[in-house]
Structure formats: C-alpha cells, structure tokens
C-alpha cells in the first residue's frame, strides 16, 4: 500500500499546467471553478437558444419532439447544477478565506477533490451527448431514432417518477442523467462540509460571527443547506439508479411503488435548492451596495437573521410545487402560508438594500448596475412566487409558462445578475486589472432590455394558457407573436454574454492597473494585492469591528457622514508593500495529485455502473473501484511535508 | 451623550417604514384569511384523490371511459391518460350547454396532467388515484383538455377536446 506514496512524489510545481491540475490553493480552485461554470453558461445558454428557435413560430420544426426534450432537460439541469451552483462555489472559494482572513480552507485537498469530482460529473453528464440512447416505452407509436442532440436526458431537471423508470424511459440517458447528478452532488457535499468547518475554524483574531461579510454569511447558510438538502436528492436518485439498474420497484406503481413519493423527495431537495441558486447572490449584492453607496449596509444584522431565516423556512415550503397533485386541503393551506411566510425574510432583505442606497452617495460602476438589477428584477420574480402561495392561483399557473417566467425572474434576474455584478466586482482583485467600464455598461443594458423582452412576455403567454415542456403549440392558440418577442430577446442577451466574455478576454490581460483597492471597499479582502499572493495574508489580520478596512480609512464627522482620514492613503500603499513582502517564509500546504485521481476514477465508476449488464462495464467499474480506493489510501498516507523530506517519511509508514 | 442619542435613533422608526410594516401585516392576514376561508369555508374543491384505484386493473367504470348521464345536465365523465399512445380516453366528448360535468381522471401508467383551456380545472393526474373536480359549462363552444404534466415524448401530443353545444 505504500507503493501509492512512492509512485506519486507530492508534486512540487505551482504552476503551467500541472500547477493546476495538482493545486489546492482555494484561489486556482475558485478560478477553475469559474472557467467551468461559464463554459456550462454557454452550453445551457445554446441549449436555451435552440428551445427558443423551435417556440418562435407556432408549429416550428427546428428540433424534433425527442430533442426538444433533450434540449429543455439539459437546459434546466446545466443551468442548476453546472452553472449556477458551481459558480457560487467559484466565490465561495475564492473569497471566503479572504474575507474571514484566512490563508486557505480548512482541508485543502478536498477542496480540489470537490471540484474535480464537480468537473467529471459534469463532464460525465454531457458525455450522454457522445453514448446515450433513448427510446420510447415498448408499444409506443412515437418511437424513433433520436439524433445525437437528442440522446441526452429527457426526462426534465425535475426527472418525476415513474417517468424515469425504465420502461417508460429505456435507453441510457437517464442513467447518465441519476448518476451524473449524484457524482455532482457528492462534490457539492464534501465543498459544503469544508467551509463551513472554514467559517467556524479559521477566523481571523477579532473576526467574530457577527463582524463577517455578509457574503461569507450567506455562503454559510449555503452550505448548510446543501449538507442537509443534497442527502435527500441523492437518497432519490440511489432510488431511481436501482430501479433503473438494478430492478427495485420504488416508484413502480404497477408493483405498489409510490409514484408521488419522488415528487416529495425531489422538492424537499428543489426548493431549498432554490435558496441555494439564490442566497451567494444575496450575499454578493449586499457586499456591492454598500461600496458603491458610500453607506454601510443598512441593517446588517436584520440581512444576516433574514438569511438564516430564509434558510431554515427554505425546508418547509416543498409542497407548493405539487398543489394540483391532490394533496390534502389543509396540507395545501399549510403550505400556501408557509409559502407567504418566506417572502418576509426576502422583503426585510430588500428593503434593507434599498436603505443601503437610501441618501448613499451612488456610483454606477458595472457591478452596482447588476446589483440594482438584481434587486429591481428578483423583487419581481419574488412577487410573482407570492401568487404561488395563494393555492386556487396556483393550479391555474401550474405547469404554464407563468411559472416559467416566475423562476427565471428569481434565477437569472436574480441569480445570474448577482453573479455578474461579482464577476465585475471581484475582477481587479482577481486579475490585477480593471474591466473597461463601457463595454461593462453595454453588457448590463443589453442583457437587462434582452431579459426583460426573455421573460416578462412568458406571464403574460402563460396566463394565455401556453403549457411547459410542450413542443409546438397551435397557430390558432394565438401566442406567436410574444413568442416571437421572447426569442428575439434570449438573442439579446446572447450578445450581452458575447460583450462579456470580449470584455474578460481582453482586460484580464490589457486592462488598466487596479491598485489593492480601486473601489474603495470594505472588507478584508481589499487589504491584500491584486492578484493576491499564493498565502493570500502576508500576516493574519486582527479585525476590531464590522467593515474593519472601512474604519481604518474613514472616520465620522458630527453629522454621521463618512469622512476619510489623512493617513488612508500611506495605509493602503503600506498594505501593498507588507502584503507582498512577508517578514517570515510563509509555509503552504504542498500540491496533490489524488484529487484529480479520485475524480477520474468516481467517473469511472459512473460509466461502470450504467453498463453494468457488460463485461467491459464491470472492467470500467472495477477501475473505478480501485483507482479510488488505492487513491484514498495514497492520500491518507501522503506526507504533509515538502516532497524532500518524503522518501524517509514514506518508509516508515 | 451620542450614545444616548444612537439609541434613541435605533428605537425610532419612520412614519413611512411604520406605514409599510402594518400594510404588510395587514396584507398576510388578509392572504391568510382569504386561502382559510376559501379553503374552509367555501369549500373550493381540491383535486384531491377521490378514490383509489388498481392502475393495472381498472374495473368498473373505468372499462368503458366516457361519459355518464346521472340525470338531465348531470354528468360524470371518465378520462383515462396513458403514456404508451399519449392519448386520453376518450379524445372528443360533447356536452349539452349548461351541463354540470364531474371529471374523474385517472392514469394507467404515469403522472399526466389535465388541464381544460379557459375554465379554472388543472390537475395531476397520478396512476393509482382518481383525480376530480367539476364543473357547468354555460356557454356553448370547444374546450380543450391537454396534458400538463411532461410524461415523455409524446407529451406535446396528448389532448383532446369537449365540445359544449346548443341543447
């Protein structure tokens, strides 16, 4: 067993290519993160698009029935799973140990090992497009032969059973689709266990809970969430993969199977799942406002309990997606109120960023731009979640495009808005450089206008009757020329993203220098240069108050108004120079190659499963099994010293 | 004395932020008591299951799906979903105008939804369950019930149509 140790020397180099298939620096891994997430955006966005082309007219022929499934299904799934939930992870690594003064997370190496496991998944998922197969249930008078497009999963985000079970759903696709998702989820389980052992552990002296951001505040809500809500989703899809693999009868109705109890496990992982999309988009506009508002958060402490509280109400709202699925009548008034009740949490958190801005003085950088989109449009989208509280409104809005509208709303004019203003936010520190401002102007207003022409239309469609996930509808329905206008619209903010990535492409490497601290901020990631050095901390702060940075450059005059001290300037230029000259050799945790090799093999493992009726299917999961397993132990017993001091240690294990 | 000052300043509250926070409660209650009341009081129907069934093995009624006249204007209109055809059984039935129709809705094989264009009947329809909700037609036309509930491929294929005409 020691052979692992010996084969694998801890690998030495930090940087080119294998600097970061080995890192575990929570900066790289963040950045990684990042990159993959975007290139997720585009494949969902694509996806998005063809949707759109084939619902421009009525009766459009772009896609076939079984593609456009495949398209809806895959569009749903990446923009849950691979965008949104992996980019928040991109700021929650990056940023939480900068923000709670720490020099990395509290276990490195399975920090990488989440996002190499996320990355395989995902690679794993989209691999259905190369090996997958459909079919139809036997008897079925439309089976046909699916394109490549239209051999990927197809039986929507939400998979309802029986659906997915495998007479109705023959073929490979939704093997991919239950066990691509349950590899992703193991990712987001061991990411979720880490930070918040980070937020808990590694605190900077004088970084008390209620003095950290709110953006590491929310990340903890986050990761609470996902460590009790992704145990109940991969429960289901354990669930789904036997029925499929190996013959159980849980949701076989014609054998007694339970054909409601999938809806209930997947919406009591679905909606605190949505918290999970929503709240590091919270968290990272109430760390913009306030910069850019020249005003401390208005209501810190009111934003943190309203988190916390969104958080745990999240867990007790599930139902509301299943109202016309014959639930008991005090069971729907339960939940419609239920329902209502959440929305107070999420109204206290507006108001409190609409006081922050209240008499701030506003700067209209790119990110506050975002940032204010994010309120206006989630504002929107969270009234629009209140009229699903109200259960008699709800059947009629269940399964339309009203509902469509809704979430989108909430997930890109929220979700989405809250991550660009980040992006633009955090791009000087992470690159060094600054964005141009005017191409950041142009993405805002062309993806504002081309969201709101996207998705406001689709209320109005819905309450017109138009149903979801349907592949054509009738001339005679009368619902072409909104359609029309949707299109038109998701084609504006493909665009937008083009401005965007033109805008990352060209500044990260053109863009003027930033300084440590161009937008005058307030948290402690701003004390440290840009981009911040591989320990991130020259020395480890001591942190006096809330928005400590802030306090050491501003004090107050009698009327409460912020004025700047003398000394902030000589402050900042001597948090530069200490920052990139530390007194002392500062000793980091050496690369690793298991992660990555834990990722491939769990893949391997993956693929093993879903051909496991062949002989090289059980090959592929015997690898699987056994490159993990001689991993772990490889990991268990690499030596945490400088690989000089290896050969002697490795012995004597 | 500015400490004094700071917390009187945290206690008061503005006339405007106190006006918002009695609109709001206000709102809930009236929220609550509307879904109560309508609820409870009103007894707005659920498509709750009506009856349980044997999905594999539907007897009665559900042999000869169609539609049932209890009495004049009075009917009970038995629909089957199936996801092998995507189709309801029966696709057209017609109705007399000012008909009062009770949908039982049940599926053989997987959730299906059943949604009758322009009146207020949405439900799922769940194997093993019978889903009802009723209703009286006054005015003469073609309603269309589809599926609302993805269940495959052929689900944008599945629909049918009620015709209400002239007595």
Redesign the interface.
Known sequence: MTAATTIFRRPKTTSGFWGWVTTIDHKKIGIMYGYTAFFFLIMGGLEALLLRLQLAGPEGQILS??E??AMFTMHGTTMVFLVVMPMSAAFMNYLLPLMIGARDVAFPRLNALSFWIFLFGGIFLYSTFLFGT?G?????????EASRLGSAP???WFG?A??T?PQ??PGTVLDYWSIGLQIIGLASLMSSVNLITTIFNLRAKGMRLLRMPVFAWMSLVVNFLLMFSIPIIAVALFMITFDRQFGSQFFQ??NGGD??LWQHLFWLFGHPEVYILILPAMGIVSEVLPVFSRKPLFGYAAVVFAGAAIGFLGFGVWAHH?F???????A??AF??ST?TIA?PT?IKI?NWLGTMWMGRLQFTTPMLFAIGFVAMFTIGGLSGVTH????SD??Q???YYIVAHFHYVLFGGAIFGIFAGLYYWFPKLTGRMYSERLGKWHFWLMFLGFNLTFAPMHWLGLQ?M??????YAADMNLGPWNMAVTIGAFIIAGSILIFMWNWTVSRRRGAEAGIDPWDARTLEWTIPSPPPEYNFAEIPTVTSLDDFWHRKYSEDEEGRAVRREEAGTLVADLEYRGNNPEKPIHLPSPSYFPILIGISIMLIGYGIVYNSFAWGIALLAAGVLGTATSFIGWAQEPAEEPAEEETDGEEH | MSEQNATQESMHIDPYERNWIRISIILLIVFAAAVTIAGFALGFQVPSPEERVDPNNLTGPWENPGLRELSPGVYDLYIIGNATTWQFEPREVEVPVGSTVSFYVTSTDIQHGFKLQDTNINMQIVPGQVSKLTYTFDEVGTYDYICTEYCGVGHAAMFGSLTVVEK
Request: glycine fraction near 14%; charged fraction near 10%; hydrophobic fraction near 35%.
């Open positions: 029935q079984a456009y499934n459909t139809a249930p036997e008897g079925g008078f439309l089976a046909e197809n039986g929507g309802y029986p659906n079970e109705f759903s109705t014609a054909p409601i299943m016309s699925s014959g639930i008991s009548p005090v729907q008034a419609g109120l209502m107070i109204g108001f509280s109200i259960v008699p059947w009629q269940t399964d339309t009757g149903v979801r996930r349907t592949w054509q």
